[in-house]
Nanobody, 120 residues
Framework: QVQLVESGGGLVQAGGSLRLSCAAS????????MGWFRQAPGKEREFVAA????????YYVDSIKGRFTISRDNAKNTVYLQMNSLIPEDTAVYYC?????????????WGQGTQVTVSS
């Protein structure tokens, strides 16, 4: 079993930045593909970004390319999502996910989510 705890969400003005963190425990962190997803009000949850086990490869949804960066620190069992140039459309609950079978699907473990609100 893997436990995931997200932090770093909040309210920010458009154009601002936030960094989300997700601390993992319960299994060898470096053995898992890690990802971030988000769910906006009234919409389905969507993939945002993923990172390979050693951090050498990343994958992003087109809508956030160039603005968001996913990274990981295997020594700290933590994955990050740096979000810059935020826009109101980025408002959502952001979820950390672990142990994906592909970049965008098959994740076995999920965090509780952290709210990100971008004001215009």
């Amino acid at each position: 079993q893997v436990q995931l705890v997200e932090s770093g969400g909040g309210l920010v003005q458009a154009g601002g930045s936030l960094r989300l963190s997700c601390a993992a425990s319960g299994r060898t962190f470096s053995s898992m593909i890690m990802g971030w997803f988000r769910q906006a009000p009234g919409k389905e949850r969507e993939f945002v970004a993923a990172i390979s086990r050693n951090g050498g490869n990343t994958y992003y949804v087109d809508s956030i390319k160039g603005r968001f960066t996913i990274s990981r620190d295997n020594a700290k069992n933590t994955v990050y999502l740096q979000m810059n140039s935020l826009i109101p459309e980025d408002t959502a609950v952001y979820y950390c996910a672990a142990d994906g079978s592909t970049w965008t699907s098959g994740y076995n473990y999920w965090g509780q989510g952290t709210q990100v609100t971008v004001s215009s």
